[in-house]
């Protein structure tokens, strides 16, 4: 097997040296101990998180903070993408539009939707759009996958699941363990939607990292490892938005 990239052996060990790296519970404490944003980004900026802030100083604006989290995640997606093999490339390229979710729900049950899809490159037509013809819109985008579910007013979570599934190359066991990473993430979700205390929220969140982990070091050199090291991305950005948010709000 080759180990450049393109090959699992590669994507092994690219994402073994950022894990490696991964802020540590002392730092990530040091953090939130912050009191205001200058003091958090100080901290946050001597850690392995570093990348997800260098383009953000503590005067940005807020939706501006968003869009640039957004562009962090939607490059470090697309980096993952070209260590894996081509088969599956199309697959971790649409984790891209997770973030985006939320806003495609909010359009598909006729909720207000954040004012930042106004701006964005993607979103800003459908959502100018009336709203019987929003729709439509996302037809020829690489969100049409989900044009059923907005005009249906249904699940967009479930139609992006679909059609995520529908990218997986047909590779028996892989798909195995994907499904029973999804079962475990599936189970964490819907206990952290249920949950009303911080704490308790911030406790769902660890066990889902656990299991993100233990589901990674299960599936060596095999797509479950990028998209479970995804997920543990994913959740540093979860800490760092609602970290900076919070701050930002009370600056």
Known sequence: MSAGAGSFAYAQARMQARLGQRISGDDLQRARAARDLPAYLQQVRSTALARHVARIAVDTDAHEIERRLREQWGATVEEVARWQPLAWRPATIWLRWLPYLPALQKLARGGRVPAW?????????????????????????????????????????????????????????????????????TIVAASLDAADARATSAGTLRVLGRRLLRAFRRNPLSPVAAFAWLGLEALDQLELRGAIAMRKALG
């Open 117 to 185: 899809t106004r701006e964005d490159p993607l979103l800003a037509r459908v959502v100018a759009a009336a709203p019987g013809r929003r729709a439509g819109v996302l037809g020829g985008t690489v969100l049409e996958p989900l044009q059923r579910a907005v005009a249906a007013h249904g699940d967009v979570g479930s139609a992006w699941l679909d059609h995520w599934r529908s990218l997986w190359p047909h590779e028996p066991a892989v798909r195995v363990a994907l499904e029973r990473m999804l079962r475990d993430v």
